[in-house]
């Protein structure tokens, strides 16, 4: 079974962005290529660079924990960019 991820981007400007995806890799493609299927966010803020992913093991997992990151400041989240192994999803969380 395919796992889900939750990922953030940072963008030209410096902000951060942050979503889920099966497939990360083609995810950031379409957040700097593609008009109609990049973020709305995203689009006048490109290049965007992966700059942190975790793994999840399921959509609802990682839709909370993409909740949970998004209520972050910009000093949790970069905290979150640097730390060292990266943050996993919990099962059943």
Do not use: F
């Amino acid at each position: 079974m395919d796992k889900w991820n939750v990922y953030m981007v940072r963008c030209s400007d410096g902000s951060l962005y942050t979503g889920i995806a099966m497939d990360v890799v083609r995810r950031v493609v379409e957040h700097n290529t593609n008009d109609v299927l990049a973020a709305k966010y995203t689009r006048p803020r490109r290049p965007v660079m992966l700059v942190y992913q975790e793994q999840c093991d399921t959509r609802s997992a990682a839709s909370k924990r993409e909740y949970e990151i998004k209520q972050m400041d910009k000093k949790g989240k970069l905290m979150l960019i640097v730390a060292e192994p990266p943050y996993a999803c919990a099962v059943g969380k």
